[in-house]
């Protein structure tokens, strides 16, 4: 890894993160709907994502900077120990293809938003409810933080450090406020 | 044709059927080929179910 700034792949990165704000803020107006009414509006998009939209959703879900970054560093450290990550991959479509279908059919007909929705919609448990939202907010954490580590080793790859680790700050680097500060302080 | 969806994970769960060097494919040893090979298989065995089941309403 470089200590220096990558322009080509800084370049990329910039572009893509402009394109998919403005895609972002357009995709707001396009068939907006009341936001602030109800809970579907905010976390399924008003329940109006179609195959082709959730087809690109499962797969932002699925190949992110875990599968980028960490599978391919630890595949890289470890060897074939990596390659757990490739048969549970798999096994998770077919298992998807048999349940998630039933789960949509109900929680489509009751309008259910979140998995503890469902729960406590067809078992009418408040106890269960909790324990199913508690045990999905638990489970996402670590795999959140590995996706910040993985976000943090793909901006040090373009050359941005954000500390002063970098010896040979180019005069760019040094007109970047973090950068003029680590310059003063050495 | 529900049960083709439990060849992956018979497939794959356990190791002992994969953990070969041999037979060698494009250099790749038997280990990983065999696994990828999954990823295609597993495709075509949930289209091979979802085409035995009526569609569903749309909604």
Aim: contains cysteine.
């Amino acid at each position: 890894m470089t200590d220096r700034i990558e322009w080509v792949a800084l370049s990329v990165f910039i572009f893509f993160f402009a394109l998919v704000t403005v895609m972002g803020f357009f995709a707001a107006r396009w068939k907006s709907g009341p936001v602030s009414d109800n809970l579907d509006e905010w976390g399924l998009g008003g329940r109006q994502f179609g195959t082709w939209i959730t087809w690109f959703l499962v797969g932002g879900d699925f190949y992110t900077a875990y599968t980028v970054i960490a599978v391919p560093a630890l595949v890289y450290a470890v060897g074939a120990y990596g390659f757990f990550a490739l048969p549970y991959t798999i096994i998770v479509y077919p298992f998807v293809f048999a349940v998630m279908p039933l789960l949509w059919k109900v929680a489509h007909a009751n309008g259910h938003v979140t998995a503890a929705d469902v729960v406590h919609g067809t078992y009418g448990s408040r106890g269960l409810e909790l324990a199913v939202a508690i045990t999905g907010m638990v489970a996402t954490m670590p795999y959140i933080a590995l996706q910040l580590v993985g976000m943090g080793a793909v901006i040090k790859a373009v050359g941005l450090w954000g500390s002063c680790r970098s010896s040979r700050l180019s005069s760019f680097s040094r007109s970047i406020p973090i950068a003029r500060a680590c310059a003063r302080r050495r | 044709m529900w049960m083709l969806l439990l060849l992956p994970f018979i497939g794959l769960l356990w190791v002992p059927f994969y953990n070969f060097l041999d037979p060698v494919l494009f250099g790749f040893p038997f280990f990983y080929w065999y696994q990828l090979a999954w990823v295609p298989i597993s495709s075509l065995l949930i289209w091979l179910v979802y085409r035995s089941r009526p569609h569903d309403e749309a909604r």
